[in-house]
């Protein structure tokens, strides 16, 4: 689209934003927006308000480290410049031990999980994290593709024996949910400048890994993978979601449907609601294969869809 520079005042010009992208930022007319120069264009990006910038949390007895991890990771995605975290105990219990943690042992490790966040002050009774890094909206096509690229690794992995495969389960999942926690603050930050739909699309996407790489870990961490059979055979159907969300292969749809059906026959308890996340992954991107036929407004044609640009950067 174009827009006319409209003069304003002896020496200024001004330019209407597009009132789609307005709308899809939450924008209203008084906000203030970030204007960045790059060479010969402009970059105009919403500015985070003061209140979403800095979070505080409160931690006590009664918090255990999961809640911790999650309050700060939460805090993290939603996009919080600062976040303050006050305890007035030292130590917090482990759900799962039963043991007590120490508090600032616990939120450093959370912080070794979030890209770009630090501790920056800490003191008796409260740790200040701060991002000490700019966050480049740009990243994120391929940061999404590399985020499958290692769920596809991490599926592939949980079949193997051993202790030493155990520990690289564990990183890989704890890689993947740095990854995933960038991905997701750059869509709410507004970094990514995504319209309506896809930032809908890549959130939820993301959001789904997360619940597929938990899956994987606890199947892992629970019981010695002995179906490796099933686990191929899932490794084969998250590919069939890799070839339709980045090569756009309309005939993926069918594979994935006919083994999908064949993997649920013989189910793994764990491992079975992983076929279902990947359903509803599958069902986002299904818009891109469909258009509305010209001679019938209710008539949909499948299509071979037009690539968008996050399916077009190389890892």
């Not at 756009?248 to 491992?271: C, N, S």
Request: aromatic share 6%; glycine share 6%.
């Amino acid at each position: 689209m174009e827009r006319k520079l409209v003069k304003h005042g002896p020496a200024s010009t001004i330019l209407a934003l597009p009132a789609q992208w307005v709308r899809d930022q939450g924008l209203r007319a008084g906000d203030t927006v970030s204007v960045e120069p790059d060479g010969d264009k402009l970059i105009i990006l919403k500015r985070r308000s003061d209140a979403a910038a800095t979070v505080t949390i409160t931690v006590d007895s009664k918090t255990n480290r999961t809640t911790l991890y999650h309050l700060i990771r939460a805090a993290y995605r939603d996009g919080a410049d600062k976040i303050l975290v006050r305890f007035g105990t030292k130590k917090i219990i482990h759900h799962r031990s039963g043991e007590l943690v120490s508090v600032p042992v616990a939120i450093r490790e959370e912080v070794s999980r979030l890209l770009g966040l630090e501790v920056v002050h800490q003191s008796d009774g409260q740790i200040l994290l701060q991002e000490i890094t700019t966050p480049n909206g740009q990243e994120l096509p391929n940061l999404f593709r590399k985020v499958f690229t290692m769920t596809r690794m991490l599926i592939g992995q949980i079949g193997s024996a051993g202790i030493d495969e155990d520990i690289g389960v564990e990183e890989r999942h704890n890689t993947i949910t740095k990854l995933v926690s960038y991905g997701v603050r750059l869509v709410n930050t507004g970094e990514a400048g995504l319209p309506g739909k896809e930032r809908a699309r890549y959130l939820h996407s993301l959001m789904l890994i997360d619940i597929i790489i938990d899956v994987l870990k606890y199947y892992r961490r629970e019981n010695a993978p002995k179906q490796s059979a099933f686990v191929a055979e899932l490794l084969l159907l998250f590919g069939d979601v890799e070839r339709i969300l980045f090569g756009h292969e309309f005939a993926a749809f069918d594979q994935f449907e006919l083994r999908k059906a064949a993997l649920r026959v013989k189910p793994i308890d764990r491992l079975l609601p992983i076929t279902d996340v990947l359903a509803d992954m599958v069902l986002l991107y299904a818009g891109d294969f469909i258009s509305v036929g010209e001679t019938s407004p209710e008539q949909y044609v499948v299509q071979q869809p037009q690539k968008h640009s996050r399916t077009t950067t190389n890892l």
